[in-house]
């Protein structure tokens, strides 16, 4: 059983940046697949970026490709989202998840795939 957590989010300016923070406990981290999903009110949740159990592969919903990066410390156990240029159609509740990945090279941007999800975090992105 995996528990994440995610925190650094805020109330931010269009333009500036925001760093997320997911931290897992109660598993082998280096065997998850990880990835970032959002929720707007009124929306379905939508993926965001994913990352490799390695760290090498990495995977950006179009929405967000080059200006947000997700890396991953296996060490801390921890997944990061690193979020710039932010826009206020950004605004949403942010959640990091899961998925046990038995390839090295695993990546998912299907919310149904991921086992272990995080209470999220909100981002607010003023005009």
């Known amino acids: 059983q995996v528990q994440l957590v995610e925190s650094g989010g805020g109330l931010v300016q269009a333009g500036e940046p925001l760093r997320l923070t997911c931290a897992a406990s109660?598993?082998?981290?280096?065997?998850?697949?990880m990835g970032w999903f959002r929720q707007a009110p009124g929306k379905e949740r939508e993926f965001v970026g994913g990352i490799a159990r390695s760290g090498i592969n990495t995977y950006y919903a179009n929405s967000v490709k080059g200006r947000f990066t997700t890396s991953r410390d296996n060490a801390k156990n921890t997944v990061y989202l690193q979020m710039n240029s932010l826009k206020p159609e950004d605004t949403a509740v942010y959640f990091c998840?899961?998925?046990?990945?038995?390839?090295?090279?695993?990546?998912?941007?299907?919310?149904?795939?991921?086992?272990?999800w995080g209470q999220g975090t909100q981002v607010t992105v003023s005009s």
């Open positions: 109660g598993g082998t981290f280096d065997t998850y697949a």
């Open positions: 998840a899961a998925r046990l990945a038995t390839q090295q090279h695993y990546i998912s941007s299907w919310p149904d795939d991921y086992d272990y």
